[in-house]
């Protein structure tokens, strides 16, 4: 029985997708150690160090679909060995041609680079959504380049901007995210076959060539040195990681803001018959948003166990690396649900344009206090206009009255400003600066920077 939630059957579509549970599962990394060993079998044999027809007879025999699990892991039990039972079980498979499996490597360099073969996979399906979160993003700042609605800071409202613009700032990280993916897949698709202690020892001369060749048969780049005892790569990945899903958690907790009832500005995507309450028939909770928003937490919780993996002693050790074989999997099947879910969210969100319109009113002008202060300050100097517009602006929050009758009321902005003057300032359709240009400028960044596909 599964006894985590990524695994449960009724929740675990919640924390992750079938299709990179399928990498992380047992199985499949079993199949991913084994088609190490065969590739590191076949090099050896071209290359004379095995005899060519003991590679042939394990290329042909070594096969992880007729391993039994229960058998290995019963076998694990006696002999307190992760790879052993797995060793013995594949001599057995393949006869006498078995005593060459796992010749002049160790278990760590089976693990590790099996472990790379999955996250190269992991790593595909990441880069994959992210282009499409990037797309579907860059088609929302596109559709509401324009669309005007309230900018906060520190939760309150501040100056009008365009949902385009807040979309594209999102946008523009998810390029920067893909530029990441891009830069560190060499430094992480990179195997590593060299032995006891990374010093070859056991193959000879010859062991770095052996090491080159197989990893290359594998689709992997080869180390400069031995890598058992710096796992910078892994937390690189972990870094990267952290910053898509914490993109990913900011844009599922503003929306779900926005969602407020209050606020109203956007809506997640709703189907009939979905339901948000067990005894609140009228409820059309953000059930996707908070979905999206959670989840980030646990991938830097994650990532911060990967981070403990760097602290390794002498030339390895048991400690750190289980940590990896922890975390790697979580972070890969939590991204991957956030990754989904927002495709989701993005692709079928509701924007309620009306309603944005509608809250830049609610304080009846205060909201462009900024543009008056600015204008007047072209006649009285900024500090003193400041000073003045700060006054009317207290006076029309306290006493709850319209902006432009308190600031018509006081003697020295009214000589300097026409009412006529004062509605065109207080309109904020005119005060969005140059949003719409750098909406723009992001659009074509990203199309430019060759990572967006198609929806």
Known sequence: ?????????????????????DIWSETHRLEKQIEVEVALAVTEGEMQIIPAAAAHTIAECADASKLDLAVLARDGLRLKHSLMPTLNALQQQCGEAGEYIHYGVTTQDIVDTGTVLQLKQALAIIDRDCRAVAAALKQLAESHQYTLMAGRTHGMQAQPTTFGFKVAVWL???????????????????????????????????????????????????PNIGWQAARDRFSEFASVAVLISGTLGKIGNELYNLMRTEINEVEEPFSAGKVGSSTMPHKRNPAALEGLASLTAPVLKSASLMYESMHVEHERDAMSWRAEWLALPE???????????????????????????????????????????????????????????YQCAMEAFESQRAFKNVLLEDSVISDSVTPEQLDSWLDPAQYIGSAAQKVAQTLRFADASGFLSPL
């Open 331 to 389: 972070i890969c099947i939590y991204l991957s649900a956030q990754l989904q879910n927002a495709q989701g969210i993005l692709s079928g969100l509701k924007v309620n344009q009306a309603r944005m319109l509608a809250n830049l009113q609610l304080q009846d002008g205060l909201l462009m206090s900024e543009k008056v202060m600015f204008e007047l300050g072209k006649k009285l100097g900024k500090q003193s206009a400041h000073h003045r517009v």
């Open 1 to 21: 029985m599964p006894s985590h939630p990524i695994d449960y059957l009724l929740l675990g579509n919640n924390f992750g997708t079938a299709e990179m549970r």
């Open 172 to 222: 523009d990280e998810f390029i920067r995210h893909l530029t990441r993916i891009a830069e560190i897949r060499p430094r992480l698709l990179t195997g590593n076959l060299s032995g006891a202690i990374c010093t070859y020892a056991a193959m000879g001369p010859e062991g770095p060539e052996v090491e080159r060749r197989t990893l290359e048969r594998l689709g992997l780049h080869c």
